[in-house]
């Protein structure tokens, strides 16, 4: 990872408790320290940071949650004004600073979270054990949370008797914890976030600890580095495949038209609808992100996305990208379809 040439700035941040909720209707938008925060550091810094960086910046800001969007806009623009007064309830949190010198507004928004930690550190020593637990998490759909490692192994953690969750840190870098739940729209991640053993968010930043990131640009790329991980792991390598790229094409060019990231739905379509008979067993992905890099490394820190790319389960992966105009802003919807018994013939 390249390092910035700027200091790393952590503004001191007075959290406001936030409790998952259900996003509601009529009620603008509310503006919280954390994400007033987040903005601030963003805009000492220079640029907005990409893929695990900016969840990394985030967590050192106290916030846990997904965001929605990070954007940089004139003070004066009607964009921000319509976030500001929104009573649609997409936007639930927001917080913003100015971004000097040009008096332009970076802005950082975030979704109601359906599920937060609670009584945690996100920095540890290394050897230690990092412990929280979920405010929310009784209310999600057959629930699940995993942690990968630094060494992108994947352990998935359960709750004790009192509703901690708990996990060790033997090795100094990044550990990325998530959850998930199941909806009538497939597996949901619900939330991503970073512990860092044996460090500080600078750290990262500075690269002396380093997260997964990806530097192709294609899906060719990114096949080529999945393989190379899953070698490097003793796992056999995946064969391309010309139906599933076609699949994976089509399941893209869905879900960015549509502006969706569901596995199962009426516009996008559903997967085992248009697999060959002769695929019984199968996976996908879905993640986006500015372009394939970008959406590619979302997908390495995700503990329950890699889970999938690592499966032994697998012979064949077909990947495709497709640019979402509109709910996503130009961001690339990158689809990865994995599938055993596929005939090319």
């Not at 390092?3 to 790393?8: A, D, L, N, Q, Y």
């Not at 509310?30 to 893929?51: E, K, V």
């Not at 860092?196 to 990114?222: C, H, Y």
């Not at 959406?295 to 697998?314: G, K, R, V």
Request: proline share 7%.
């Amino acid at each position: 990872m390249k390092s910035i040439g700027t200091s790393f700035y952590a503004a001191a941040v007075i959290s406001i408790f936030i409790f998952p909720c259900i996003a509601e209707a009529n009620v603008p938008p509310q503006r919280i320290p954390q994400l007033d925060s987040l903005a601030l550091d963003i805009s000492l810094m220079g640029y907005i940071p990409s893929g695990g960086e900016l969840l990394v910046l985030a967590a050192s800001n106290n916030w846990f949650g997904l965001l929605s969007c990070v954007k940089l806009l004139p003070g004066d623009t009607y964009e921000l004004d319509s976030i500001l007064t929104d009573t649609t309830g997409k936007w639930r949190y927001l917080g913003y600073a100015f971004w000097a010198p040009a008096g332009d507004i970076i802005l950082v928004a975030a979704p109601a979270p359906k599920c937060l930690p609670r009584d945690m550190e996100p920095t540890v020593q290394v050897g230690s054990r990092a412990a929280f637990y979920f405010d929310g998490y009784e209310l999600l759909t057959e629930p699940r949370t995993a942690v990968s490692t630094p060494h992108l192994e994947i352990i998935e953690i359960n709750p004790d008797s009192t509703g901690r969750f708990a996990f060790s840190t033997p090795l100094k870098g990044v550990y990325w914890v998530e959850v998930m739940q199941q909806t009538p729209l497939g597996p949901s991640i619900e939330l991503l976030f970073p512990v860092i053993s044996g460090g500080t968010a600078e750290d990262v930043f500075m690269g002396t600890i380093t997260i997964p990131a990806s530097e192709a640009d294609s899906p060719s790329g990114i096949l080529h580095e999945l393989n190379a991980i899953r070698q490097s792991k003793g796992i056999p390598t995946l064969e391309a495949s010309e139906i599933l790229d076609s699949l994976a094409s089509i399941r893209a060019g869905n879900l960015a038209f549509s502006a969706s990231l569901s596995h199962f739905g009426l516009n996008t379509g559903n997967l085992p609808d248009i697999l060959p008979e002769s695929v019984s067993i199968y996976g996908e992905n879905i993640g986006r992100g500015k372009g394939y890099q970008e959406a590619w490394s979302m997908i390495l820190i995700s503990p329950f996305h890699l889970q999938t790319c690592m499966s032994e389960t697998y012979t064949h992966a077909g990947i495709s990208g497709a640019v979402d105009t509109e709910e996503y802003e130009w961001q690339l919807v990158l689809v990865q379809i994995f599938a055993s018994g596929v005939d090319e013939e």
